[in-house]
């Protein structure tokens, strides 16, 4: 690396200068390189907590808001950084002095850089990505692929035939899947642009729009609009300045009189816009789409006279204005109820917002309780009483505590004696709460390869609330775990079909199943079905959820929490119970009370 820069080198002797020709050594370069570290440490199978310090000092860097290389001159001011110790900023201080660090190339002479992405596909962990490329000199996706069409994997140790199939498929998924981003990350990343954003002076208000506003579970890219006296046209070339500037820029993609667009780090794009706001609630509307939905609405605009644009609703016969400040504005100038973002796919809310029969949506507000969270018994992070301090901060009134049975043994699953214990241990609990909240003694009840629980009836019978899912051989033919679920819900003691689908956002597609004969069977027992609200999961998608009210299915929207932390995440799952139009009344856990609670339960 040096190499290339000897000849300028030679020009100069000053430590000082040297830095110099390495000029676009940012912020985020800086914590490319530490990432890149981390990722060959990896493959290098290093010690985790090794590989842990550079992901959480790329991290650390990327955060920052003013350029390390400033900071480097002293690396005492780098150490004031949290997640950066000693040798960390002895790291940063060679990054930024010579472009890399020593550990970096020392992997390098070993690995290659694109191996990091061989890591996320199924079955390729660290060993068997230095395997392949020992032996087959393969290093990227692309050389992965033509390789297992080949068959030359086969020849290579524990990887046949079988391996080969799931890793084209696994290849597939993930090119599918690798232009979309979680919700929740999309979330965080709209959360932290902003802030930089809010930074300048004269920003009163910025909000995503596209498909994070509506909800979706993955987002394509970020659309973020800006607005505030900085934003107005005659000013709005600073702001754009400042956006433009912003220290998360990877690669800035495209720069306009009031538009920003630009990638992040982990190839996110971002789309900014800086509107007047005079204008903001037309821009709000047309950039929060959906496409299908924005269709139906200039349609509707147009039989009335009326063209909807991005800047305005007008009148066509003379070009004026008729809304253009808020979209609430714009709605009611279409003869519509305002209609929430979480419904605008063209789904039948215009005909609903014209008739004024939309539904009072569920909202965060309605959420009593929640019947769905581990606790350091098996494999959550917090005790029994931690969790219900937590949620009765979080304005809930009462929880289930559901740890998990043996047969999931890698989470420390409970037998029928310790989870005899268990109830024990969270009435106590719960009779010291002195009715701040209540805690409800459950159980997540593993549904066995043939239908059967993991637990005994007897045990069963004890719970207040018994939850039952599938956490193992999810290849089953679609028949045998149609009739699997089937048969574990005929048991009396289960009260809620948990993460019924067993997908994985991005992840993992959802075990073969006829959801729809299960949510009917569901219906008739009286089994609620689990809408898991975690961002991972989110576990029947919007069109399940509708499904599930049509066939008279109790619904429960539960976070699943391992932490205390999680707990926040029902709010993901609300918004997918709104995409799915359901109210407050379609869900069980909006009840106001344990008591009313149990009474609805099927026991
Ligand atoms: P994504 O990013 O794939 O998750 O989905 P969206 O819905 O965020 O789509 P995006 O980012 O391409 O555009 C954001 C919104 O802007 C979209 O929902 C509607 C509006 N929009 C963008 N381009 C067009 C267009 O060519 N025609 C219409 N009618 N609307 C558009
Ligand atoms: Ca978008
Ligand atoms: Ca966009
Ligand atoms: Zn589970």
Excluded at 83 to 110: F, H, Q, W, Y
Excluded at 251 to 262: D, E, H, I, M, Y
Excluded at 320 to 345: G, H, Q
Excluded at 470 to 476: E, L, M, N, P
Aim: hydrophobic share 40%; net charge negative; aromatic share 4%.
């Amino acid at each position: 690396m040096l190499h290339n820069s000897c000849s300028l080198l030679h020009t100069c002797t000053s430590r000082r200068h040297v830095r110099r020709w390495f000029l676009p050594m940012d912020n985020i370069t800086i914590a490319r390189l530490l990432d890149e570290t981390a990722a060959l440490l990896e493959i290098d199978a290093a010690d985790p907590f090794r590989i842990r310090s550079y992901r959480r000092a790329a991290e650390a860097v990327e955060q920052q808001t003013t350029q390390l290389v400033t900071l480097a001159e002293d690396p005492k001011q780098l150490l004031a950084i949290a997640g950066i110790g000693k040798g960390m900023a002895s790291n940063i201080v060679d990054i930024v002095n010579t472009g890399t660090l020593p550990l970096r190339e020392e992997l390098l002479t070993r690995y290659k850089p694109s191996m990091l992405e061989l890591l996320r596909l199924p079955g390729m962990g660290p060993k068997t990505v230095a395997l392949i490329w020992s032996a087959l000199q393969v290093a990227d996706i692309d050389a992965l692929e033509e390789a297992a069409k080949a068959g030359h994997l086969n020849k290579l140790p524990r990887m046949g035939e079988k391996f080969t199939t799931k890793l084209l498929k696994g290849i597939e998924d993930y090119r599918k899947n690798s232009s979309r981003f979680r919700v929740d990350h999309a979330h965080e990343h709209a959360e932290r642009i902003s802030a930089l954003i809010r930074e300048f002076p004269g920003i009163d208000e910025i909000t995503p729009a596209g498909s994070l506003r509506r909800g979706r579970e993955t987002v394509g890219d970020l659309d973020l609009l800006v607005t505030g006296p900085a934003c107005e046209p005659n000013v709005v070339a600073a702001a754009v300045e400042h956006v433009a500037n912003l220290p998360l820029i990877d690669k800035l993609l495209a720069r306009g009189q009031n538009k920003v667009s630009f990638t992040l780090r982990n190839q996110l794009q971002v789309d900014v816009r800086l509107l007047p706001r005079a204008s903001y609630g037309a821009a709000l509307q047309y950039f929060t789409g959906s496409k299908m939905h924005n269709v139906a609405l200039r349609q509707r605009a147009i039989k009335r006279g009326l063209t909807l644009n991005e800047y305005a609703l007008l009148r066509v016969e003379d070009n004026t204005i008729v809304a253009a400040e808020t979209e609430e504005a714009i709605y009611r100038a279409l003869d519509l109820d305002y209609i929430p973002p979480e419904l605008r796919e063209n789904g039948g809310e215009l005909e609903a917002a014209a008739a004024h029969t939309l539904p009072q949506l569920i909202t965060l507000t309605d959420i009593r309780g929640d019947l769905h969270m581990h606790t350091v018994e098996t494999d959550g992070s917090n005790t029994i009483r931690e969790m219900a301090e937590a949620a009765a901060d979080r304005g809930l009134k009462y929880i289930a505590i559901t740890d998990h049975s043996k047969n999931l043994a890698m989470t420390n699953g409970m037998d029928d004696k310790r989870a005899l214990a268990h109830i024990r241990r969270i009435r106590e609990i719960d009779a010291e709460m002195n009715g701040r909240i209540r805690i409800l003694a459950g159980v997540e009840v593993d549904i066995l390869g043939e239908g059967e629980l993991d637990l005994s009836d007897e045990t069963l019978a004890e719970m207040d609330v018994v939850v039952a899912s599938v956490h193992s051989r999810f290849d089953q033919p679609i028949e045998q775990m149609t009739e699997r679920i089937l048969r574990a819900m005929e048991n009396p003691n289960v009260d809620i079909l948990g993460h019924p689908t067993g997908r994985k956002v991005l992840k993992r597609d959802p075990y073969a199943l006829h959801i729809d004969t299960v949510l009917k069977r569901a219906a008739e027992l009286g089994v609620a079905v689990e809408h898991n609200a975690s961002p991972a999961r989110s576990d029947l998608t919007d069109l399940h959820l509708r499904l599930a009210r049509e066939h008279g299915c109790r619904i429960a929207v539960n976070t699943d929490a391992h932490s205390t932390g999680e707990l926040d995440q029902i709010r993901f799952g609300i918004t997918q119970l709104r995409r799915a139009w359901l109210t407050a009344p379609d869900v069980l856990n909006t009840l106001p009370t344990a008591e009313a609670l149990l009474a609805q339960l099927r026991r």
